[in-house]
């Protein structure tokens, strides 16, 4: 080992000393980016900061200028705020998708399975079960129902949804490609399905000496939902950031977000980042270099749903309630939408989707509809037409720049003209096809543990 | 103990039969001991449907030694490295590998390790068509090589914990040797798939060595070579088992190659061992001619 590997000590000391030489870091970058390319990171540095003063700036000022003189879509508190949910979700997504190549058709479960991780932690809901607890949230003492901060709430969220991605995808990450594609999707239609029918429950379990029997529970409200939950909640400053609190929840919502973008670009950059691109570009061979593919695709599963749970849980606190509606198919869709239009792979990218497409949801396309509205002409409400409208932008990239806004290099290069197939080709390379004749797909007798080709190209490519 | 499996007197030639190839082995370890045995196999078979690729084949690889498998096209090879690295289970024998099994076969049921547990026994291999991925630094390359030997968790890379980061550093410091060891330490940042070819090659033994394996598996390491690579691999393979100690298993159709570097060679025919032992005999062997070139090229 070479002397700069012992130079990085131990303990939590340490620790802080990393963290603070990262930010050290992080102002020669700026000042060595600032040297190479001026405009473009004095560009960059304006907007991101009009960005984060701008809720303030929407509060004080923007709101009442389009309200009173001259009508502008910018978007408001709630649709800042979704912004940064759904750029949570997109940067959770583009774990599994965007790293480790599998994709998640039915991401919006565990967005719903947060939501109501939430709902059951922080409402009045199980108080018609005698069920009462209350710690350090909003609420005083001797409230009804379960009540705990919106912080442990997160983390529990975060356990549980992990622990779903886990259970999801224990089973199913053995399927390569559509399959996996399906049973995601599958799962993305149950989870909410359970939520919405699962308002009175009658069982009777005898199990052994155990007798479990309910009788016309309601566990999730139904078709209802769950409400009031309690808003996030900063104790010993007694702030709330709910609806009604403007700019306190963009900012709640940024400070997650920031800490999403943390967790994923310290995975990308490590071991376990390195094993998903190794799956990614060839399954086969990252298994044979000793990569654990099943455990890495699990850990991706888990650690990407986990950010959806962060989302739900504050989605549904922001909201203050939560119903089953919220979570249908085509949020699944949408969120996989920003990661693709924003950049497969790259986490900036994705955010600036997911701040695109929200934009346009949220504000772009009701202000449209407000003037269709307004207009003497008749024309259709171009809010309803949401989806229409992501398709065409969907189409118009993936002519003119399908490796989306801000693309990950990597990724890019997998999408370009000439593949490695091609190159070795092109190289002249004597292709033995020794194999082809001997493992003829589905032809593999060794039963269910057999790792056996899937195609005739794998076959021959070992 | 390298010098020995060179010696023609002491490895004998076996032209067996297929219905004698279980008496090779017995007569192999009355040369060597057992223990010397790095890699052992019993009646090894691999059966795709109704076609038998690998069929009832003992083969042992001694520690130290470069053994070759060789064979006509379609011969069993490749199917034969597969099982060893755990990407195909056997439909019956056993592989033991460093006194460890690769493949267990009790009750009519063959279980066999993964291939990634199997690369943390000590397995490295390289692939006949380059697999390399392409996309990602030659220096990223070697480091997934490496991730078997690493212990940190994915929290440890969430929150950047000093073992970690050490660790990580001293990732980057053996891969940063291993790629010294290629000569490919001045383009560790270059993507892989821009490496000139004979580069992926080497890139491709380097990322097999991150692994730290005994034994080496090389599928056609000089395909496509000319002249000079294949000489400088030929070298380089050799030094890789004098300074470090590797066992090396070749697939090679070169025979030059084979002749020139094997210590043992096997040859397979429709899966079966038709021939084994040191390259002077192996080539002089009636069966091993007339497998390649016909059973008129071995009565003439």
């Given at each position: 080992m070479s002397a700069s590997s012992e130079a990085i000590g131990t303990g939590i000391g340490a620790w802080f000393g990393h963290i603070a030489d990262s930010l050290g870091g992080m102002g020669i970058g700026y000042r060595r980016s600032l040297r190479k390319s001026r405009t473009r990171t004095v560009i960059l540095s304006i907007i991101i900061v009009l960005g984060l003063i701008y809720p303030v700036l929407h509060q004080q000022f923007l709101a009442e200028f389009s309200r009173n003189v001259f009508p502008l879509p910018l978007p408001d508190d709630t649709a800042m705020t979704f912004m940064m949910i759904f750029a949570i979700m997109a940067v959770g997504l583009n774990i599994v998708v965007g790293f480790a190549g599998l994709l998640d058709l039915g991401y919006v479960a565990f967005y719903a399975i947060g939501a109501y991780v939430a709902a059951f932690l922080a409402s009045p809901h199980w108080a018609g079960l005698g069920i009462n607890l209350t710690f350090l949230g909003n609420v005083g003492p001797g409230a009804q129902g379960v009540h705990l901060p919106f912080w442990l709430v997160i983390i529990v969220a975060v356990i549980v949804v992990a622990t779903f991605g886990a259970l999801l995808g224990a089973p199913t990450l053995r399927l390569r490609g559509d399959y996996l594609a399906i049973v995601t999707l599958g799962f993305g239609e149950i989870v909410p399905l359970v939520f919405k029918n699962l308002s009175s429950l009658t069982l009777s379990l005898t199990l052994g000496p155990i007798v479990i029997a309910v009788n016309n529970v309601n566990l999730t409200g139904g078709v209802q939902g769950i409400n009031p939950i309690d808003p996030p909640f900063l104790p010993f400053f007694n702030i709330l950031f709910d609806s009604r609190s403007g700019p306190l929840a963009v900012y709640l919502g940024i400070f997650l977000l920031a800490i999403a973008v943390v967790v994923a670009r310290n995975l990308q950059f490590s071991r376990i980042g390195r094993s998903w691109m190794a799956i990614r570009e060839d399954e086969t061979a990252a298994q044979m270099m000793g990569v654990n593919t099943v455990r890495s695709k699990l850990l991706a599963f888990a650690l990407g749903a986990s950010l959806a749970g962060v989302a739900g849980s504050f989605q549904a606190s922001y909201l203050g309630a939560t119903t089953s509606d919220f979570f249908e198919f085509s949020t699944s869709i949408l969120v996989l939408i920003m990661v693709i239009l924003g950049g497969v792979g790259n986490v900036w990218g994705v955010i600036v989707g997911a701040i695109a497409l929200t934009y346009i949801d949220k504000t772009f396309l009701p202000y449209l509809g407000q003037r269709v509205q307004d207009s003497p002409i008749p024309l259709p409400n171009p809010a309803q037409y949401n989806f229409l409208v992501y398709g065409i932008i969907l189409l118009v990239m993936m002519r003119f720049?399908?490796?989306?806004?801000?693309?990950d290099r990597q990724r890019e290069a997998e999408l370009s003209v000439i593949g490695l197939a091609d190159a070795e080709v092109a190289m002249g390379m004597p292709i033995d096809v020794d194999n082809v004749s001997i493992a003829?797909?589905?032809?593999?007798?060794?039963?269910?543990g057999a790792r056996g080709p899937e195609t005739i190209d794998e076959a021959r490519d070992l | 103990m390298t010098t020995d499996m060179t010696s023609p007197s002491e490895t004998p030639v076996t032209a067996a039969t297929p219905a004698t190839t279980s008496s090779i082995p017995t007569m192999l370890t009355g040369n060597i001991d057992p223990a010397m045995m790095l890699v052992r196999s019993r009646g090894v078979t691999k059966k795709f449907g109704g076609l038998t690729?690998?069929?009832?084949v003992d083969f042992d690889i001694p520690r130290g030694s470069i053994v070759s498998l060789i064979g006509p096209n379609g011969a069993g090879k490749t199917t034969f490295f597969n099982m060893i690295t755990g990407y195909y289970v056997p439909t019956a024998g056993e592989i033991t590998f460093d006194d460890r099994p690769i493949t267990t076969e009790s009750k009519k049921k063959v279980r066999s390790k993964k291939p990634h547990e199997v690369t943390a026994m000590g397995i490295g291999r390289t692939f006949q068509n380059i697999r390399l991925f392409g996309a990602m630094s030659v220096l990223d390359n070697v480091r997934v090589g490496l991730n078997v030997h690493l212990g940190s968790h994915w929290w440890d890379s969430v929150l950047r914990t000093p073992k970690m980061l050490r660790e990580e550093q001293a990732a980057i410091d053996e891969a940063m040797d291993l790629l010294r060891l290629v000569d490919l330490d001045k383009r560790s940042e270059w993507w892989a798939r821009n490496l000139p070819y004979g580069d992926q090659r080497r890139l491709e033994i380097a990322r097999a060595l991150a692994t730290r394996p005994k034994l080496l598996l090389l599928d056609?390491?000089?395909?496509?070579?000319n002249n000079s690579e294949t000489r400088e691999m030929t070298d380089f393979i050799r030094k890789l088992r004098s300074e470090r100690g590797l066992t090396v298993l070749l697939i090679e159709h070169d025979m030059r190659v084979v002749m020139d570097i094997s210590d043992r060679i096997t040859v397979l025919d429709y899966g079966q061992v038709i021939a084994e032992g040191a390259p002077a005999e192996v080539r002089a062997n009636p069966r091993v001619i007339e497998a390649y070139l016909g059973r008129g090229a071995a009565e003439a």
């Open positions: 720049r399908p490796q989306g806004f801000l693309p003829p797909p589905g032809q593999d007798e060794t039963g269910p | 690729a690998v069929n009832n056609e390491p000089t395909a496509g070579m």
